[in-house]
């Protein structure tokens, strides 16, 4: 793969169907590893978890990708740092915020991050947003406090972990749309997996546990493989839409979640669950429509993909 040049494939898929497509699964396999990271126990920590994720996920993209070329080889090197430094950040927030707020809680403040991704997109690129597109995204943030009917329970320090991961997280998907352009998911993931299992070692040595039944090799290898598979579904969407729109996109895997505890682990389905849900999708389906800059994005329908 050469990341200096634009991403190559056989298939070419049309924009308007490609980035809800990418997104969506990446939602998905994001809900399966929300799954795991519950059922792991608590003697996994938070930098445990991180550890796994991130380690687990280098290690796999080094054997699948490295044997033949130099998998770091990338465009902009100091970007693809500093966001794998602040997807990092993001991501042990949210682990944090959850471990020390209800879910729901936690859920909603991080999910705000669309919102934070469209003023990133403003600062950094200058994109204009209409009012249809804020109020989109108004809907979609208005739909996810439905669900948990604005219960924002929990102490100041958990509270204000989750909004500081809700930023990094607006800021991490404008900031691979930038990188997009002249690097494959590979290379983003991998300099993610490298910042993250750097920041999450010290913690990880100071009280190193591993897997010890067949059930927790299960589910932390599945964390290691949703987590990749996701990431890498992910970074191609964003290579079809804007930073804050795929963003919207990604809070669909708070509904996903929700339906997981619903069927399987016999969560109540209240009617504002069914509410905020159908406020939520209907959102994201008009959002889809509404894209202001539409020759930027059918440009895209001419470029292919390199996975």
């Known amino acids: 793969m050469d990341n200096q040049a634009k991403p190559r494939s056989l298939v070419q ?6 980035g809800p497509l990418f997104m969506l699964s990446a939602a998905l396999l994001f809900t399966l590893l929300n799954v795991f990271v519950k059922l792991l126990g608590p003697s996994f920590t938070v930098w445990h978890i991180g550890f796994f994720r991130f380690f687990g996920g280098l290690i796999v993209l080094l054997a699948i990708f490295g044997r033949r070329r130099n998998p770091f080889k990338g465009h902009n090197k100091k970007l693809l740092f500093i966001r794998g430094c602040v997807g990092s950040i993001a991501f042990i927030c949210l682990i944090t915020s959850i471990r020390m707020l209800p879910l729901s809680t936690a859920l909603v403040i991080f999910y705000s991050f669309p919102a934070f991704s469209a003023v990133f997109s403003f600062i950094i690129f200058g994109e204009r947003i209409s009012r249809l597109q804020i109020a989109c995204i108004a809907a979609v943030i208005v739909g996810i406090g439905i669900i948990f009917d604005f219960r924002l329970s929990g102490g100041l320090l958990g509270q204000t972990v989750a909004l500081v991961g809700s930023v990094f997280a607006g800021l991490t998907v404008t900031l691979i749309r930038s990188l997009r352009a ?12 490298t910042m993250g299992a750097i920041i999450s070692l010290p913690k990880f040595i100071m009280n190193p546990i591993l897997p ?13 493989f949703s987590s990749v ?46 509410i905020g849900g159908s406020i939520i999708f209907a959102s994201i389906v008009a959002l889809n429509s509404l894209k202001a800059d539409v020759q930027g994005v059918i440009q895209n329908t001419s470029k292919t993909i390199d996975c």
């Open 212 to 224: 010890y039944t067949p059930m927790e090799w299960v589910m932390i290898l599945g964390i290691i």
């Open 13 to 18: 898929l049309d924009a308007s169907f490609a």
């Open 182 to 193: 002249k690097n494959g998911p590979v290379v983003i993931y991998l300099y993610f997996c």
């Open 229 to 274: 598979t996701a990431q890498l579904l992910m970074n191609q969407g964003f290579f079809y839409c804007r930073g804050w729109e795929g963003g919207v996109f990604m809070s669909s895997e708070v509904i996903l979640t929700a339906s997981f505890g619903i069927i399987f682990l016999g969560d109540p389905a209240a009617l504002s669950f069914w």
